[in-house]
């Protein structure tokens, strides 16, 4: 099988022609082939002093480039115009079919560039996929007949809660640093509830407006109730949901 040379940055002869006309501040319209010619060669016998494997397509296009430079240094003849036949015919140039090429590679170059800067970009977010909280469910509810409040009824007031305070956004986005562990966060409302001695809704527990500390604040509460520490509970369905530490020894359980 053939072996791919990539010479530094270049991946392939229309590559190195390109990045020749960028550093020579050449017009892509208007090559002057025997200086561009001299480069390419410069370059091709360079590979071959460093003992470097030249790919074929690089001495293909060291001939079409010779092959047009050849081309260039004939003299031009031009029809002359007859009246009869308006349209002037000229010597078709040399270097259209090469320009062409290069245009159309600088295309997909610069698309390709514009690619990789969104890819680069997109490595500095980080997403989290859907956690398996059924745990969590069992966890807090772990007998089925003194089921009151459940994930889905803390996920519907969390949705509520967000639309409240207008973060209603995908889950899915780039996450700050946060201020804040869950562990902090689940000392915090737990010393709150324990302080006030009673039921707090629970909107209440969400007194700012980043949804990193939203999001925080609820996974705290989420835990807090997979640990047993608090009591969460509806006075009818869809309605508020309050929530209430739980004391040592108190066998607590929301009621729906």
Known sequence: MPYQVKIDAFEGPL???????????IDIYDIPVAQITEQYLLYIHTMNELKLDVASEYLVMAATLLAIKSKMLLPKHEEEYHEEDPEM???EDPRDELVERLIEYRKYKEAANDLKSLEEERGLMYTKPPSDLSDVT?????????INISLYDMLA????LMRRKKLQRPMTTKI????ISIEKRMTE????????SGRKNFNELFPYPAKDHIVVTFLAILEL????????????NFGDIYIQAIQEGSNAVGAH
């Open 138 to 146: 069992k966890e807090v509810n772990p007998n089925k007949s003194d």
């Open 89 to 91: 015919i000229f010597e």
């Open 15 to 25: 590559d190195l022609l390109l990045h020749l006309i960028n550093r020579l501040e």
């Open 225 to 236: 109730m997979k640990r047993k520490e608090i009591d969460a509970a509806q006075e009818e």
């Open 189 to 196: 409302i737990l010393d709150e509830l324990k302080q006030f």
């Open 176 to 179: 700050a640093r946060q201020e």
């Open 157 to 160: 007031a969390f949705q509520k």
